[in-house]
């Protein structure tokens, strides 16, 4: 269940993609778990575990979720998600190549895409694995204040949930 209409996750989206062609940003990859609730209202307590989102600049393109498979029901259920993308967690296993494969599939070969790196959802491991991954086939920059600058501005859906929730 969404905690605000869908037209409010495209309005965040929308200024997401504003800054990020602002920064010359081609694609956005989101490990940050407030920014996941934030742009989509994906609400999980699987974030210790690599769970990205892929946003582009280009509005054609649905955001993409690369997530554990245990965490597909609630991606489903408490976000804006249509396109959800599974890595499965067991021994040896790198969900940096499924990302890239998702990179690929869109057409980000070569492109510079910001990452959100100072967050606990993307671990030491994890982002070594991806910049170990990514390392040649695109430009990776550090873009970890991106959606923070959007969250600080409420807008009027997010003064009124406050004010209702003050009121319970």
């Excluded at 010359?24 to 990859?29: F, G, K, N, S, Y």
């Excluded at 742009?39 to 999980?44: A, K, S, V």
């Excluded at 892929?54 to 804006?80: K, Y």
């Excluded at 494969?101 to 993307?122: H, P, S």
Aim: charged letters at 25%; glycine letters at 6%; aromatic letters at 10%.
């Amino acid at each position: 269940m969404l905690h605000f209409d869908r037209s409010e996750f495209e309005h965040r989206i929308a200024g997401a993609r504003r800054l990020m062609r602002e920064d010359r940003l081609d694609a956005l990859l989101v490990f940050a778990q407030e920014s996941l609730y934030y742009l989509t209202g994906f609400d999980t307590s699987g974030f210790v575990f690599f769970q990205c989102a892929v946003l582009t600049a280009d509005e054609a393109r649905q955001p993409v979720l690369l997530t554990r498979r245990p965490d597909l029901e609630q991606a489903r259920r408490t976000s804006t998600f249509e396109d959800i993308r599974l890595w499965y967690d067991r021994p040896g296993m790198d969900p940096s190549k499924e990302l890239q494969d998702i990179l690929a599939e869109m057409g980000l070969a070569g492109a510079r895409i910001g990452i959100e790196m100072r967050t606990f959802g993307l671990t030491a491991d994890n982002y070594a694995l991806v910049s170990a991954r990514l390392a040649g086939w695109c430009e990776l920059v550090d873009a970890s204040g991106l959606v923070r600058a959007l969250r600080v501005v409420k807008s009027p859906a997010e003064i009124a949930y406050v004010r209702q929730a003050a009121e319970l």
